[in-house]
């Protein structure tokens, strides 16, 4: 039986609150997509990336940017390129598009790499 971590990334003494916009949508009655944005409070680690962190993205040349590192005991959607837009991170006033995402919930956390976006 996996060892559930979620107790470390939901401690006061590590974890913070942030939010997460996520949009969501359906087809209205004649067929026009409807976009419903909607605001999550979460609690987790945050922290900026490290250079494993960064690894993990498996791109190739350098990347520019400011990225951070989210744990989290809830889910952090990633765009599929298809139906599911990434989530946005607010975190000290400023936006971060989620670009990675891992289940690891047989643990009890998800990680998420965030890129800092408009």
Same mark, same amino acid.
């Given at each position: 039986?996996p !060892?559930?971590?979620?107790? *470390?990334v939901? +401690? @006061?003494?590590?974890?913070?609150?942030?939010?997460? #916009?996520?949009?969501?949508?359906?087809?209205d009655?004649?067929?026009?997509?409807?976009?419903? %944005? !909607?605001?999550?409070q979460? %609690?987790?680690?945050?922290? @900026?990336?490290?250079? +494993?962190?960064?690894? #993990?993205? #498996?791109?190739?040349?350098?990347?520019?940017?400011?990225? =951070? *590192?989210?744990?989290?005991?809830?889910?952090?959607?990633?765009?599929? $390129?298809?139906? =599911?837009?990434? +989530?946005?991170?607010?975190?000290f006033?400023? /936006?971060?598009?989620?670009?990675?995402? /891992?289940?690891?919930?047989?643990?009890?956390?998800? /990680? *998420?790499? $965030?890129?800092?976006?408009?």
């Open positions: 039986m !060892v559930n971590v979620a107790v *470390a939901t +401690d @006061p003494r590590l974890a913070q609150s942030f939010q997460v #916009e996520r949009q969501t949508g359906f087809f009655d004649d067929g026009v997509y409807i976009v419903n %944005t !909607v605001t999550l979460r %609690t987790g680690v945050l922290h @900026p990336a490290t250079m +494993d962190d960064m690894a #993990e993205l #498996e791109m190739e040349g350098q990347r520019a940017g400011n990225f =951070i *590192a989210v744990y989290s005991d809830q889910d952090l959607w990633m765009a599929d $390129g298809e139906s =599911i837009t990434s +989530d946005l991170i607010l975190w006033g400023n /936006k971060y598009k989620v670009i990675k995402s /891992k289940n690891w919930s047989d643990y009890g956390y998800w /990680k *998420a790499i $965030g890129e800092a976006s408009g």
